[in-house]
């Protein structure tokens, strides 16, 4: 058996643990390989990696206007989203193409403006210009999507995520985070066709510790290198 995979089944066990230390672990060792990265690959992680939060933010805006709706007295709690609920209906990303398979997110509101996401079950989804096999994004204990509404001007959003790429040759792992003190612009077109991530940085790390950093545009699209 191939040493990467050993260390894949050693990652499932690790990840029933909870632990943000040892997904930190599993990248370390057999995470993406960074260096082997051409500038345009590199674009596409970065991309995805973006735009796959992107998707969250908007399918959960959906499930709170669902919730809202059944319940218009809706309190500063959790609720629980069904990504099958909502694929359907979801609004795309500009400059990369996935397809939602399945997921289930956990929405906490803390305040009128604040909630957090995260995942009860890994959100699966493909990704063609980086994999031919299922993606899944893991968003638990320190890692979530925040977002807050802002009613002065755009939403906001901050972020830090493990990916589990489950390709056909050597399972690969990453972890993708927002930047400094400056959050994403969250925004999306008048009629919710696209939705985007605009006007800060993030940066993934992959194997041996390694990164790359990037900035989206104000139409959220991924601009490489970024001085690191």
């Not at 500038?39 to 809202?68: H, M, P, R, V």
């Not at 959050?183 to 999306?188: A, S, V």
Request: some cysteine; hydrophobic content about 35%; overall charge negative.
């Amino acid at each position: 058996m191939k040493k990467w995979s050993l260390l894949a089944l050693a990652s499932a066990l690790l990840l029933g643990c909870g632990s943000n230390d040892a997904e930190d672990a599993i990248v370390e060792t057999v995470g993406l390989n960074i260096d082997s990265l051409s500038s345009q690959q590199k674009q596409n992680y970065a991309q995805i990696s973006t735009d796959i939060n992107t998707l969250i933010i908007y399918i959960g805006g959906q499930c709170f206007t669902a919730e809202s709706e059944r319940n218009s007295n809706i309190a500063l709690t959790g609720f629980t989203c069904n990504i099958a609920d909502h694929k359907d209906a979801v609004s795309q990303t500009q400059f990369s193409s996935i397809s939602l398979i399945s997921g289930t997110l956990d929405i906490t509101r803390s305040s009128e403006t604040d909630f957090k996401i995260q995942t009860k079950d890994n959100v699966k989804f493909h990704a063609a210009s980086i994999s031919d096999g299922t993606l899944n994004y893991r968003l638990v204990d320190d890692n979530a999507i925040h977002f807050i509404v802002n009613e002065t001007g755009s939403d906001s959003a901050s972020f830090r995520g493990f990916f589990r790429d489950d390709k056909t040759v050597d399972v690969t792992y990453w972890t993708a985070e927002s930047l400094g003190t400056t959050p994403f612009d969250y925004d999306e077109d008048t009629n919710s066709q696209h939705s985007w991530l605009a006007n800060s940085t993030a940066k993934i790390t992959g194997k041996d510790d390694k990164t790359f950093n990037w900035r989206t545009s104000a139409t959220g699209e991924v601009e490489l290198p970024l001085t690191e």
